[in-house]
């Protein structure tokens, strides 16, 4: 499967635990990207990043939330003591290059119980 | 005012007609325009993209593009059912980094 994968598709977790969302980029890729999507709301960016740099982190959360894209292995969007307002579908997007066409993975849902 | 705005819709169109979906961006120095459509439950699809002003085919598609009136749209020529999603505008911006700024979505429906 040459597109991005992100896992797991699905994930519940009870209020106060965390959560760890990976994404593996389109073969190629080096650029990453998360978007959030709240029930009946847009896409919303919320980081950017390239292998072993953060470039953009204009849309994440003040607390709780990291991201990270280590030189080997997938990115990670970590969310720290999940509270109810943090369920949503997470989308990952890699490109070739800044500003290039972005291709999104399948998606986790995240459901905080 | 919204950095990219959308018409949310329901669009109906009936089938074989053409489905033309709108998008206006704020911005004036935004300089990528991205069309992407999202089925229920599953992550948004590439459909098309348009750099410079005019049209841009492929296929049923067609991509618009007036930076002078800040306007982008997407036509689909014979719709068919299988059309039947929600439609995202998405912008670079001019000052921001790789980052896509998406409207809120127009829902398409195409009625056999």
């Known amino acids: 499967n040459a597109g991005v994968m992100q896992n797991p598709r699905h994930l519940v977790r009870r209020r106060g635990q965390e959560a760890r969302l990976r994404c593996s980029p389109m073969?190629?890729?080096?650029?990453v990207y998360w978007y959030r999507q709240l029930p009946e709301e847009g896409l919303k960016f919320m980081v950017y990043l390239q292998k072993e740099n953060i470039i953009d982190e204009s849309g994440m959360p003040k607390e709780r939330f990291s991201a990270e894209f280590p030189k080997e292995g997938p990115s990670i969007l970590r969310i720290q003591q999940v509270v109810r307002g943090d369920s949503a579908a997470y989308f990952c997007?890699?490109?070739?290059?800044?500003?290039?066409?972005?291709?999104f993975g399948p998606g986790t849902r995240l459901t905080v119980l | 005012q919204k950095e990219v705005e959308q018409n949310s819709g329901p669009l109906s169109v009936p089938e074989g007609a053409i489905a033309s979906l709108n998008c206006t961006y704020s911005d004036r120095g935004s300089q990528s325009f991205f069309w992407y459509r999202q089925y229920s439950g599953k992550s948004p699809e590439l459909i098309m993209f348009i750099y410079s002003n005019g049209d841009k085919e492929d296929g049923r598609f067609t991509a618009q593009l007036n930076k002078a009136s800040q306007y982008v749209s997407l036509l689909i020529r014979d719709s068919q059912p299988s059309d039947s999603a929600t439609y995202l505008c998405a912008v670079h911006g001019s000052s921001n980094t790789g980052k896509l700024i998406f409207g809120q979505g127009t829902t398409l429906q195409v009625k056999p």
């Open positions: 997007a890699s490109s070739e290059r800044e500003r290039a066409e972005q291709f």
């Open positions: 073969k190629g890729h080096s650029h």
